[in-house]
């Protein structure tokens, strides 16, 4: 045997090899594997969220990579999450569950390269791991540091925050700009070279589907959250508290790796698995990205008013755990009740009733044997003690006629064997 880890090959894996992918797309939070993501993440502190968003799901994604590249129910489950995760954002209200929501969506496309397992995916899965540890942690210092100042997340009660707090604004654009994807930052270079692999794997319906979540991305984080958070509201007067230099200096320098990495890519190709032979910055790249982004801020302009964030709970995944609950409810509220009822009433009437037969039995027979028994003994040995104390008159002649009956009786005895 051997502790070792070698990549498994998707036609001949086992189900303890499948085990161990799933473990692995709980800690990737893979759906619908996802739910404890959005639930912890928003509770951390703003420096445990840091930590959290940047290295968390990343191991999964790095377990992924070296165990399991090819596994083609990966590529779907990447893109579906890449989806889901743009979707809820779209509607959430929390800034800090928003980004967390998108850690879904960005880590599936890590999870869908590494499905389809070209080597340009599998390139792009890693590149995009390295993208998202900058970007996304920039992204929960912003909203660490709105929450620090103002003593909350929450869209509705934020607004004219861009200017109070200029530096976290302008730093969480670098980022938001990363992660929407857009050309001279890092999160153009990662993002583009896995959507060209999965078009150039001939997956036209994965392709599509991850175009579909960069557009939610842009439109959630890119947009939604800072135009509500920073310029919305310009008239925000709540007294806010003054943010640490050190923060300013870690933001500082998040945003100036993402813009270095995205201006010169070969920097993070050294990195990556395979020999990289990718061109980000092609006029069709560059065109293409930048046509969808525009469309997608031309959307949120027409729908602004419809996309305003409510404070309201959004049902997740959870949902289904619930209907699990009470399906569980209904069950024990009437078959496994009425079950109990009769195994109740059946206990009652033939199990009691048994042993109050079984009980009235045995005292008969206590009573009439055993007691009979114990009883008789004692009154037989009563009867020959009292007949043995009328022997006992304390005379010598008595004892001496008694002593010549007995001495008489042996004789005979004796005499006729």
């Given at each position: 045997?051997?502790?070792?880890?070698?990549?498994?090959?998707?036609?001949?894996?086992q189900v303890y090899d499948y085990m161990i992918m799933i473990g692995f797309c709980v800690n990737a939070a893979v759906l619908p594997l996802h739910a404890w993501l959005p639930d912890a993440y928003p509770e951390a502190t703003v420096t445990g969220a840091v930590f959290m968003s940047a290295f968390t799901t990343k191991t999964a994604v790095?377990?992924?990579?070296?165990?399991?590249?090819?596994?083609?129910?990966?590529?779907?489950?990447?893109?579906?999450?890449?989806?889901?995760?743009?979707?809820?954002?779209?509607?959430?209200?929390?800034?800090?569950?928003i980004l967390s929501y998108h850690i879904i969506s960005q880590v599936g496309y890590m999870v869908a390269g590494i499905g389809i397992g070209t080597a340009m995916t599998v390139n792009g899965a890693c590149a995009h791991a390295y993208a998202h540890i900058l970007y996304k942690g920039?992204?929960?210092m912003g909203a660490g540091c709105v929450l620090y100042a103002t003593g909350t997340?929450?869209?509705?009660?934020?607004?004219?925050?861009?200017?109070?707090?200029?530096?976290?604004?302008?730093?969480?654009?670098?980022?938001?700009?990363?992660?929407?994807?857009?050309?001279?930052?890092?999160?153009?270079?990662?993002?583009?070279?896995?959507?060209?692999?999965?078009?150039?794997a001939h997956h036209l319906w994965l392709t599509l589907g991850m175009e579909v979540a960069a557009v939610g991305t842009f439109l959630s984080v890119?947009?939604?959250?800072?135009?509500?958070?920073?310029?919305?509201?310009?008239?925000y007067t709540k007294e806010i508290k003054p943010i640490p230099a050190n923060m300013y200096v870690a933001m500082g320098i998040a945003?100036?790796?993402?813009?270095?990495?995205?201006?010169?890519?070969?920097?993070?190709?050294?990195?990556?698995?395979?020999?990289?032979?990718?061109?980000?910055?092609?006029?069709?790249?560059?065109?293409?990205?930048?046509?969808l982004l525009s469309?997608?801020?031309?959307?949120?302009?027409?729908?602004?008013?419809?996309?305003?964030?409510?404070?309201?709970?959004?049902?997740?995944?959870?949902?289904?755990?619930?209907?699990?609950?009470?399906?569980?409810?209904?069950?024990?509220?009437?078959?496994l009740a009425k079950l109990d009822n009769w195994w109740t009433e059946f206990y009652n009437r033939v199990g009691l009733s048994g042993m109050l037969l079984v009980a009235r039995i045995s005292r008969m027979f206590d009573e009439k044997a055993?007691?009979?028994?114990?009883?008789?003994?004692?009154?037989?040995?009563?009867?020959?003690?009292?007949?043995?104390?009328?022997?006992?008159?304390?005379?010598?002649?008595?004892?001496?006629?008694?002593?010549?009956?007995?001495?008489?009786?042996?004789?005979?005895?004796?005499?006729?064997?």
């Open positions: 045997g051997t502790f070792a880890f070698t990549p498994v090959a998707p036609g001949a894996a790095y377990v992924l990579a070296r165990g399991f590249a090819g596994f083609e129910i990966l590529a779907v489950m990447g893109v579906l999450m890449t989806i889901y995760g743009a979707a809820y954002a779209t509607i959430e209200n929390n800034a800090r569950r920039l992204l929960f997340a929450k869209l509705t009660e934020l607004g004219g925050l861009a200017y109070r707090l200029p530096w976290v604004m302008f730093c969480y654009m670098i980022a938001a700009v990363s992660i929407s994807g857009f050309p001279l930052f890092n999160g153009f270079i990662s993002k583009t070279m896995t959507i060209t692999g999965a078009a150039e890119g947009i939604k959250l800072p135009y509500f958070a920073f310029f919305h509201k310009p008239d945003a100036f790796l993402c813009f270095i990495i995205g201006v010169f890519p070969n920097l993070l190709y050294q990195l990556l698995p395979f020999p990289v032979e990718y061109v980000p910055y092609t006029s069709w790249h560059v065109l293409q990205t930048l046509l469309f997608t801020g031309l959307g949120f302009y027409l729908m602004r008013h419809v996309i305003v964030p409510h404070a309201k709970i959004n049902l997740d995944f959870d949902y289904v755990y619930r209907l699990g609950g009470k399906l569980g409810l209904g069950l024990a509220k009437w078959p055993i007691d009979g028994v114990v009883d008789g003994s004692a009154y037989t040995v009563l009867g020959a003690g009292g007949r043995l104390a009328k022997v006992q008159t304390g005379k010598l002649a008595d004892y001496i006629g008694l002593a010549l009956v007995i001495a008489i009786g042996l004789f005979a005895v004796f005499y006729l064997l």
